[in-house]
DNA sequence: GTAACTGCAAAATATTTGCATCCTT
DNA sequence: AAGGATGCAAATATTTTGCAGTTAC
């Protein structure tokens, strides 16, 4: 279903190394804000989208509204990029992490999950220090 | 917190029993699409926000990025309205539902917790027969 | 050379705000 | 009558699209 003919560019690798030095999810206003001299906004929203697609990135949607961006783990295949862990989002901070917590899903008959989206927000510990 | 001096109006009736009369949760774009004749789209904004704000609703936000809202349990209080259960939001019917199961959370230490999301994705029973 | 990727402008969406008017209390 | 709620227009975001120019392969 997802491979396209993709190509190697610059920008990509940009946004590429940005995760890589990011701890947790990462939204296109924190990549515009740290990379947004180097390209477009528009190129970010497609870089990202690409991501996704592609099944390098998982998104979570914020109870803020906003999506945010996560390097898959390695279980992540291309279709496949179940997530059933949680993630938590510090509305001091603004950083989502993973929590340790997974969860055992305990589907209905007959449902067909296509994606997990769980997410709690709160303080996280650092922040609750001051 | 919460308790500004309300009014009670037709078009917010309208918006409540529509939920009442909805299963699962609701979007700004259903309620639009049922009451749109008889109310400004900008007035649905501000209900919804408003009944939130007031713990009449809660708000999920899906992983399409859209706002829906379900009327809170009995449990909900005007400050808490925790809902550490899982819902569903169906790609084909586009409804959202409670699932039975519900989630114990095991916070780390030091975290605090203001809201859950809990979401997942894909076909529903019933659109899954067809 | 071909087609993917990017940048810029513009379009399409989604949500919020200002303000005059209307309605609940 | 005071002020919350609504409607309309306009302002703000936010995200997508079209298209020409650039770059990877």
Redesign the interface.
């Known amino acids: 279903m997802s491979n396209k003919n993709r190509r190697h560019t610059k920008t990509q690798q940009m946004v590429l190394d940005y995760f890589e030095n990011t701890d947790g999810a990462v939204s296109h206003e924190m990549v515009e804000k740290s990379l947004g001299d180097s390209m477009n906004r528009v190129t970010i929203y497609r870089i990202l989208n690409r991501f996704e697609e592609d099944g390098i990135v998982h998104?979570?949607?914020?109870?803020?509204?906003v999506?945010y961006y996560a390097r898959c783990e390695s279980a992540c295949d291309h279709d496949h990029h179940h997530d059933n862990h949680?993630h938590?989002r510090c509305?001091k901070c603004n950083s989502i992490n993973c929590?340790?917590?997974s969860?055992s899903?305990?589907?209905?008959?007959?449902?067909?999950?296509?994606?997990?989206?769980?997410?709690?927000?709160?303080?996280?510990?650092s922040c609750?220090?001051e």
Chains 1, 2 share one sequence.
């Open positions: 998104k979570i949607v914020g109870d803020d509204g999506s949680i938590f509305e929590l340790e917590q969860i899903i305990d589907l209905p008959k007959n449902y067909q999950m296509t994606n997990i989206n769980f997410l709690i927000t709160g303080i996280c510990a609750n220090k």
